[in-house]
């Protein structure tokens, strides 16, 4: 077959799904960013920053995208390294943050990533202020 065999169908990917909670060995996570290779870097709920691996069923079929919220699967001989199982929709993710299973500090379906280490305090180094005589010489 031509492209058009690689292309594929679109599978369906507005149909609702049930959203699958996190069992023993699996964490949340937020894509810090994308490393290639079908590798990429995430901080997950507990902390941690982990690489993560994109595993061969969601690999070319699910894109994934900085900022996004996925389910890890944690390896019990290395804790630095995890595999990404599941990416959560944006409705998905607004799901969890609402039953509490992601913490309230966590900013969904942006480009830009809070780092989970930090207190959450933005101090709005990007505002600048001016003043009455300095819009007039503009």
């Given at each position: 077959g031509g492209k058009n065999r690689k292309r594929g169908k679109n599978e369906a990917d507005d149909e609702k799904r049930d959203i699958t909670f996190k069992e023993f060995g699996q964490e949340y996570a937020q894509v810090v960013r994308m490393l290639g290779n079908?590798?990429?870097?995430?901080?997950?709920?507990?902390?941690?920053?982990?690489?993560?691996?994109?595993?061969?069923?969601?690999?070319?079929?699910?894109?994934?995208a900085t900022g996004d919220i996925v389910l890890v699967g944690?390896?019990?001989?290395?804790?630095?390294?995890?595999?990404?199982i599941l990416k959560y929709m944006s409705d998905e993710a607004r799901y969890l943050k609402a039953y509490d299973e992601l913490p309230k500090t966590i900013r969904l379906n942006e480009g830009v990533v809070a780092d989970l280490d930090e207190d959450g305090d933005s101090s709005g180094d990007d505002y600048i202020e001016f003043e009455d005589g300095d819009i007039d010489t503009i």
């Open positions: 079908g590798r990429c870097e995430a901080a997950c709920i507990d902390g941690t920053r982990r690489l993560c691996h994109i595993r061969g069923t969601m690999h070319k079929k699910v894109w994934i944690l390896r019990d001989f290395q804790d630095e390294k995890a595999d990404i």
